[in-house]
């Protein structure tokens, strides 16, 4: 019979490090510096011109001019987007801010025979008691909305604010002006919202009202 052979220990592996840059220390390898000097180099631009060239980093010329165009490109973009973006936004809140004064102008409007009311009980002596305060708190509150009323006795008369139902002359204002508010007016900042509803004057002259000028005819 025969012996039996002995067990043999397995083999442990073999591992070869061929990076090219020691882990360690992080500077090139003797062999891989050695390689690199024997490696072959691209023979130069004999011209000495820098359109097929490198850059001081070892970059190409011709593409760092790509690079360079694409960057200019795209920032154009976006300048113009920003513009654009920046415009729309400017329409939109104006866009809004007409809604919302719209909207806030048609409830006003819709309170007016409300306030005329008011108006001519408090002309009567008619607004007290607890009538007065609620009378009051509306006002207050329309005038904080930016409701204002114009249109007094007195006022110079303006055809943009002012609606002349009556027309007559007097001798003691010197302009045309409203003697008399049959309708008060009102406006929201500069808006007018309802023109008020005058009679106005205009002044005379010594012999009567005063008509056109003469014209002088030449000789």
Known sequence: MTAPSAERE????????????????GALRADAAASYAAAPRPA?????GRGGGTTDDGTDDGAAAALEQQLAERTADLQRLQ?????YRRRVDRDREAVREAALASVLTGLLPILDDIGRAREHGEVSGGFKSVAEALEATVEKLGLSRFGEVGELFDPTVHEALVHSYSGEVSETTCVEVFQPGYRIGSRVVRPARVAVADPTTPDGPAGPEPVEQEQ
Not at 44 to 48: H, P
Not at 83 to 87: S, T
């Open 44 to 48: 130069a631009d004999a011209g000495g």
């Open 10 to 25: 397995p083999e442990e592996p073999i591992i070869r490090d061929k990076r090219r840059i020691d882990p360690v220390t």
């Open 83 to 87: 513009a654009e973006y920046a415009n």
